[in-house]
């Protein structure tokens, strides 16, 4: 319970700080794609929390977690519309990277931080 909770609240943590980065520079994002990308990144955390993927090292499990969990979040983001000052397929780029950093600070958080083995 103690992992699930800890990830869970990193993965909010970084939701915000995701938004935050998605606002910044000026854009304005709508309401229901901040809502999006905080719930994203929470459930990214839950996830972590949940998972009994046996692997060798914890990093290598929030980087898979991170991978898997932001690919739809991708695939919705190049269906979106066109954004001026980025392409479609460089933002689903950055969505993926970004989503395989969270995963791998929210395992490190929760696993190394708060020693919340799985």
Request: neutral net charge.
């Amino acid at each position: 319970m103690k992992r699930l909770i800890i990830a869970t609240l990193s993965g909010l943590l970084f939701g915000f700080v995701c938004f935050g980065f998605a606002c910044s520079g000026g854009n304005e994002i709508e309401e229901w794609l901040g809502l999006t990308i905080i719930a994203g990144r929470t459930l990214l955390g839950f996830g972590i929390g949940i998972s009994r993927f046996p692997m060798k090292h914890w990093a290598i499990h929030g980087i898979v977690m991170g991978l898997i969990f932001s690919i739809p979040a991708a695939l919705g983001a190049m269906m979106g519309p066109e954004d001026p000052a980025m392409s479609p397929m460089m933002i689903a780029i950055s969505t993926v990277v970004m989503g395989l950093i969270y995963g791998f600070l929210i395992e490190l958080i929760t696993t190394v931080i708060f020693k919340a083995k799985q």
